[in-house]
């Protein structure tokens, strides 16, 4: 008798498994494409960081001095007028990148001592060739714009 109330009990689960077995290729159903759309939304999603943009302003001529020579540190730049002329010279050392800075000959590297001369020839040190000048340009609005994606020939000024 109890063999059959057991067979009987067996029986009567047997439905509840089966939906329960139903109910859970579902939701791992669900749960995949979840789970693929989620991973789409973030494939889809940019992941790139912008460094700095290599062209950008940097003031009006007026704003430099006849003389100066004003290293701008946050774009690895100095910015030298030379009477009505004006130029960009990079301040990344040339040997490893640190910043150099402007000196009373020229430039100097803190990192190994490399020396450099007021046009960024190297005169002193392990770097190993002068520091880059980039293109400098007025703008219609007459601000200075420095291009560091265009090298340009050392001692090339724009006149202001
Ligand atoms: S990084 Fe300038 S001398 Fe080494």
Not at 55 to 80: H, M, Y
């Amino acid at each position: 008798m109890e063999a059959g109330s057991k067979t009987a009990e067996c029986e009567a689960n047997k439905m509840p498994r089966r939906d329960f077995l139903a109910w859970l290729s579902g939701a791992g159903v669900v749960g995949s494409a979840l789970a693929g759309l989620v991973a789409t939304f973030f494939f889809m999603k940019p992941r790139v960081t912008f460094g700095q943009p290599n062209r950008f302003l940097i003031g009006k001529p007026d704003d430099f001095p006849a003389g100066s020579r004003l290293a701008i540190d946050t774009k690895r730049i100095c910015i030298v007028r030379d009477g009505e002329r004006m130029a960009a010279i990079s301040t990344t050392c040339t040997h490893l990148g640190c910043i150099v800075a402007p000196s009373a000959t020229g430039f100097l590297c803190p990192c190994h001592g490399s020396q450099y001369d007021v046009d960024g020839n190297v005169t002193g040190g392990p770097a190993p060739k002068a520091l880059a000048w980039y293109s400098v340009s007025l703008t219609p609005s007459g601000e200075l714009e420095v291009d560091k994606d265009n090298e340009v020939q050392m001692g090339t000024y724009l006149n202001v």
